[in-house]
């Protein structure tokens, strides 16, 4: 299978790591609610905080992957790309996932 080599790889795999980086750290500050101390709407630890932290988790871990070994535990194009900024803005943070997001157009748009 012949591997697809973006022209700016570098700018997506540096946004898809810095963009994991931010929301490792959030989660990480969730968990010791210092992130949560100043929401607008505070969130009761329950199981589905604690469910939403796994899985946050699991999605910043894996878009570390992605962005640090490129196609080697999934594959790093633009569809990726997307699926996993939308489940960073979900899971995660809107900070993060937007740069996820970023990564994603800039894919894009070299493969139109």
Request: no cysteine; charged share 10%.
């Amino acid at each position: 299978m012949v591997k697809k080599h973006y022209k700016n790889e570098g700018i997506m795999k540096f946004l898809t790591i810095i963009g994991a980086l931010i929301g490792i750290v959030y989660l990480i500050l969730r968990l010791t609610e210092i992130g949560t101390r100043y929401q607008l709407f505070p969130i009761d630890i329950g199981i589905h905080w604690v469910a939403a932290i796994i899985i946050g988790f699991a999605v910043a871990i894996i878009t570390l992957l992605a962005g640090i070994k490129p196609n080697d535990p999934i594959p790093f194009n633009w569809i990726m790309l997307f699926i996993l900024a939308v489940l960073m803005i979900i899971f995660v943070d809107i900070l993060a996932g937007i740069l996820v997001l970023i990564a994603f157009l800039i894919g894009l748009i070299e493969e139109l």
